[in-house]
């Protein structure tokens, strides 16, 4: 039997909610998948799991999330075949579209969104973000742990039990540490900014967050002699 090439990307349609009819053109959420990154949603996922257990209240998890990319269907997209040969037209809508290395997509097939975020129950994933100057809320359909666990052990990443499997957990202040370094506001919607400039109130922001954790150092007065000079 011919063995599998990994699968590195996955598509999901989407459904939208807003102005515009077409979805802004963001007909499908194409994200790219690594043993790490599925590993941590993986791990989120159980963590959604941990905290229904301790308050029947809590039922889902949303993080910011800017790796998945939006695009419109196409003719060229429909020729498209996943890594068991199906052409990504004859796939069930709502189905996973599973692709190997080389998914011959280029930056200007992609939308333009910002508020990028993925959301979690327990058994399954979905990534939203708003289109850029419209107010349209796209949402990918949803995928199921299985998937992500089918994928994973393509890539080497783990068994079929996941037993060797451990999430990265980011520690909440890191996680506000980010957010006050890369988000940023405006008009009234919050997107990331990679090159986000860092001011006074930014530092001092993030000089809190650690002042949580370790105190704030003490002012001492530097002692000026020479380590073989006596005192006087």
Known sequence: MKKQPPITHLIVGTSSTGEDDNGGGCDFCLVPMTAEYITHLLGLMDEVRRLHRADDSVYSLECWDAGAAYFHDNDWFQELRDVDGHHAGD???????????????????????????????????????CVRHANIHIESAHVERKTLLKILR??????ESRRHAKARTVPPAIRRIHDLLYLDTKDGRQSYAPDRAWDADTMAAI????????PRPKAVRQDRRTPHEPRK
């Not at 393509?154 to 068994?159: E, P, S, T």
């Open 207 to 214: 000089a809190e967050v650690v002042a949580e954790f370790i």
């Open 91 to 129: 796939i069930p809508e709502g189905e996973p579209i599973l692709l190997a290395a080389n998914t011959q997509f280029d930056d200007a097939d992609f939308q333009r969104v910002e508020c990028q975020s993925v959301q979690f129950v327990s058994d399954d994933v979905w990534w939203t973000a």
């Open 154 to 159: 393509g890539l080497g990443g783990v068994g």
